[in-house]
């Protein structure tokens, strides 16, 4: 079986447990995930048996190319619930899940007019339930753009110095990560420097760096599809015994983090601990999101590891971020971002190329 059709199978598995016969995804990165298909315009229809991808006409030999899988047959029409109608795809279904986080009211809408005599039920969280456990080529391709962000990181800190603007830098990232074989930049670079490090992602800006300042630099690469995302702060000349502290204190949340996190705990657990040594040093209320998230097709995946989702658990095979942060507004900001894989027993740093004590550049 090849990884697609695992995946396929692992979603039909699904399919009596939430009383379905059929499944319509819609999100692009599913479709890409189930079927190998890249293109940005298609949606996929799985029955017990059969599957359909519907695209149009701009990626007929793209589809053809990318999908080969059995019993899935490849469709370039412009009006895809009509066409499904027309040709019976869903003749024998009574109730077809889709996908309610990713759907809009006008699909949906367009769906129930298309299945009159059957059930249109919207699901949550299906697919990315399979999508966060990673398989070991999968973690590869994670691992492999962790090495090129540990390398510009590397160039990034020779080439920095005053007076360069946060776009510079940003460009100097882009250019690089591309140059070592980055496919894509996955979000907008966030370069925030001096008091823009209090924004936790705070867009690069025409502001130059200046002696005194931390600058906070968070950017993801992508190989065959799948991203790292890191974050690393770095000082532009000596530090003060203050930045140095808030320094230090950032990174023990984010290395006591690493140090407990194993598949099976819950994300409140994972996130209490980093939440507690900011607490307990009063900076808490300076921690303004959640410890991190899911990592793969997409930059933001589930789990989301957060006080929000706290009794959610994390299985083994999860390919998470660590990302504590503490931001002073009108001072400074400070986060250090990790990206890590989890096993029974613990977890494999897969940004452990870049150094995290704080570099000071001039
Ligand atoms: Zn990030
Ligand atoms: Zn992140």
């Known amino acids: 079986m090849t990884a697609y059709t695992q995946r396929i199978e692992a979603l039909r598995n699904e399919f009596e447990k939430h009383k379905i016969d059929a499944f319509c995804i819609t999100h692009i990165p599913h479709v890409a ?12 229809i799985l029955t017990a048996t059969e599957g359909h991808l519907l695209t149009d006409a701009r990626y007929t030999a793209q589809a053809q190319q990318e999908v080969m899988l059995p019993n899935m047959a490849i469709h370039t029409e412009r009006d895809w619930w ?3 109608k027309s040709k019976n795809l869903l003749s024998g279904a009574k109730c077809v899940g889709f996908e309610a986080a990713h759907t809009s009211v006008a699909s949906a809408e367009q769906m129930k007019r298309a299945l009159e005599d059957c059930e249109c039920k919207g699901i949550v969280g299906v697919v990315e339930r399979i999508v966060m456990v990673k398989t070991p080529e999968e973690v ?5 753009a962790a090495a090129i962000a540990a390398r510009t990181y590397e160039h990034i800190i020779q080439i920095a110095k005053a007076g360069m603007t946060e776009q510079d830098i940003a460009a100097e ?12 930049e996955g979000f907008e670079t966030i370069v925030a420097s001096g008091i823009r490090g209090a924004l936790p992602h705070g867009r690069a800006s025409h502001k130059a760096i200046r002696h005194g300042e931390l ?9 065959h599809g799948f991203y790292s995302d890191m974050t690393r702060t770095f000082a532009v000349g000596e530090p003060t015994a203050f930045q140095r502290a808030l320094y230090a204190l950032v990174l023990t949340a984010n290395e006591q983090a690493i140090a407990a996190a194993r598949g099976g705990m819950t994300c409140g657990e994972l996130d209490t601990i980093a939440r507690n040594i900011l607490d307990t040093a009063g900076y808490g209320q300076y921690f303004v999101h959640g410890l991190g998230h899911g990592l793969g097709r997409e930059v933001h995946e589930k789990p989301s590891i957060s006080y929000r989702f706290a009794e959610d658990i994390l299985p083994e095979g999860v390919v998470i971020t ?7 507004p009108e001072q400074c900001g400070i986060r250090i971002e990790d990206n890590i894989w989890l096993t029974s027993t613990g977890c494999e740093v897969l940004t452990s190329a870049a150094p995290k004590h704080l570099l000071v550049i001039e």
């Open 33 to 44: 995930y189930l079927t190998g298909f890249s293109g940005s315009s298609g949606m996929v």
């Open 82 to 84: 009509g066409y499904i």
């Open 140 to 144: 590869e391709h994670i691992r492999c």
């Open 173 to 184: 990232v882009v250019y690089m990560a591309r140059k070592l074989g980055s496919e894509s």
């Open 215 to 223: 600058v906070t630099l968070d950017f993801g690469c992508r190989v």
């Open 322 to 328: 660590i990302e504590p942060g503490v931001y002073l």
